[in-house]
C-alpha cells in the first residue's frame, strides 16, 4: 500500500514557475514508477509526465515537454515536478500517481496507476 500526499501548488502569473512535490509513504517507493496528471473540471485527466522506478525513463506530454521536468528521489520517498515558463492553460488540480511495482517504465495511461494523492491546486494568471 502506498499513500501519496501532494504540496506546492498555488497561485502564479504567467511565465513563472513553480515546484510539486508528491511524498509517499510506505517501504516499496522505489519500486514503484510515478506519474503526475491534472484536471480541470469537466474534463478528463490528462496525462503531464511520468518516471520510472530507478529514474532510467521520463516521458511527457506535448504540451509541456521542454518546460517541465520530473525527477524523484528515493532516499525521500518523494517524486517532484519542476514546473517552468508557466501558462494559463496550465492551470488545473495535479495529482500524483504510483503504479503497483511493475518493471522499469513510464506510463501515459491513468489505468495503469494503482495510487492517486488528493491533488493539489495550481492557478496561472495571465
Known amino acids: 500500500q502506498v499513500q501519496l500526499v501532494e504540496s506546492g501548488g498555488g497561485l502564479v502569473q504567467a511565465g513563472g514557475s513553480l515546484r510539486l512535490s508528491c511524498a509517499a509513504s510506505g517501504r516499496t517507493f522505489s519500486s514503484n514508477n510515478m506519474g503526475w496528471f491534472r484536471q480541470d473540471p469537466g474534463k478528463e485527466r490528462e496525462f503531464v509526465a511520468a518516471?520510472?522506478?530507478?529514474?532510467?525513463?521520463?516521458a511527457y506530454a506535448d504540451s509541456v515537454r521542454g518546460r517541465f521536468t520530473i525527477a524523484r528521489d528515493n532516499a525521500k520517498n518523494t517524486v517532484y515536478l519542476q514546473m517552468d515558463s508557466l501558462k494559463p492553460e496550465d492551470t488545473a488540480v495535479y495529482y500524483c500517481?504510483?503504479?503497483?511495482?511493475?518493471?522499469?517504465?513510464?506510463?501515459?495511461?491513468?489505468?495503469?496507476?494503482?495510487?492517486w494523492g488528493q491533488g493539489t491546486q495550481v492557478t496561472v494568471s495571465s
Open positions: 500517481a504510483a503504479d503497483d511495482n511493475g518493471p522499469h517504465q513510464v506510463h501515459d495511461n491513468p489505468d495503469e496507476y494503482a495510487y
Open positions: 518516471i520510472s522506478r530507478a529514474s532510467l525513463r521520463t
